[in-house]
Nanobody, 124 residues
């Protein structure tokens, strides 16, 4: 069974940091692009960042540029989302998703494997 499991969410104060992890099982991430998406209450799911199988990492939301970064550790079959200088607007359920492709896509429809999501709350 192909699975992604996110972890690392939680409550953080504005300006704080979190690192989300996305661990794959049942398949290896080497040939997959991995995207992080988020969905806040009452809003549509949006693409945040993606990392291609070759390490390219486009950012889809201007507001996270310079604050969020992705990395991947193929040996651990895990990707990470480092989130710094968090703002209340960053609060959402964050999902990782896998696309069997060398390339990223901003569209959630292009990703076949999804994690269950992890809640990020930014509040003082």
């Amino acid at each position: 069974q192909l699975q992604l499991v996110e972890s690392g969410g939680g409550l953080v104060q504005p300006g704080g940091s979190l690192r989300l992890s996305c661990a794959a099982s049942g398949f290896t991430l080497d040939y997959y692009a991995i995207g992080w998406f988020r969905q806040a209450p009452g809003k549509e799911r949006e693409g945040v960042l993606c990392i291609s199988s070759r390490g390219g990492a486009p950012t889809y939301i201007d507001s996270v540029k310079g604050r969020f970064t992705m990395s991947r550790d193929n040996a651990k079959n895990t990707v990470y989302l480092q989130m710094n200088s968090l703002k209340p607007d960053d609060a959402a359920v964050y999902y990782c998703a896998a696309r069997r492709s060398l390339f990223c896509s901003e569209s959630s429809d292009m990703y076949a494997i999804w994690g269950q999501g992890t809640q990020v709350t930014v509040s003082s």
